[in-house]
């Protein structure tokens, strides 16, 4: 009886380990797209929350003169300047690219209202590695101006990064963006 009592803590032992190991691996991976909604969640809120203040009413009401255009170049790059912890230079230099940032700045300045995030709705987070996420998202946006607020909907598709031990936007391209479409008519 003590050999069998024996054997079985023993199996008991290995069975307890094997188990923990593979709970171990599900639990990294839970704990890796936990960290990266949570990245993702602040660069959006960095997007999105904005309110009036006077830097934003300064770099969009004032008329720069061709000698001061690149004054007002400093100034843009200035407003990109949060985003740069927040996403590799790859994904930092695209945003600065397609202006997407600097148009709800911009609708924010011009309109005197403020934005901010309703919303997010994650359609689909797909682990292509331990240290690459694609995110295909939804966020819903209330531009509030004059007491009135008005809902955007803005879809989008983002890859995330691990560099360093911590999660970057790689890339973030707006499917549709009813906000920049608001600022363009």
């Known amino acids: 009886m003590t050999k069998y009592f ?13 188990f923990s190991g593979c709970q171990s691996e ?6 890796r797209k936990n960290d990266v909604i949570k990245a993702f969640d602040y660069y959006l809120s960095t997007s999105y929350d904005v309110s009036l203040s006077d830097d934003l009413i300064e770099v969009f009401e004032k008329t720069f003169s061709a000698d001061e255009q690149e004054l007002l170049t400093q100034r843009i790059y200035d407003l990109h300047r949060p985003f740069e912890a927040l996403m590799t230079g790859k ?6 690219g397609n202006r997407h940032i600097i148009f709800v ?3 924010v300045a ?12 994650y359609t689909s987070i797909d682990e292509r590695s331990e240290t690459k996420f694609n995110i295909n998202y939804t966020v819903l946006v ?13 879809k989008g598709q983002a890859i995330m990064i691990n560099e360093n031990n911590k999660w970057l936007v790689d890339f973030d391209k707006k499917h549709t963006d009813e906000l920049s479409k608001r600022y363009m008519r």
């Not at 599900?26 to 704990?31: P, T, V």
């Not at 011009?110 to 709705?121: C, H, T, Y």
């Not at 209330?142 to 803005?154: K, P, S, W, Y």
């Open 26 to 31: 599900e639990q990294k991976a839970i704990n």
């Open 6 to 18: 024996k054997m079985s803590f023993f199996m008991i032992i290995v069975l307890a380990v094997v």
């Open 142 to 154: 209330d531009l509030t101006i004059n007491d009135d607020t008005e809902t955007f909907v803005v």
């Open 91 to 96: 994904g930092h230099e695209s945003i600065i």
């Open 105 to 107: 700045r911009l609708l």
């Open 110 to 121: 011009d309109e005197k209202a403020d934005s901010k995030i309703n919303n997010i709705e």
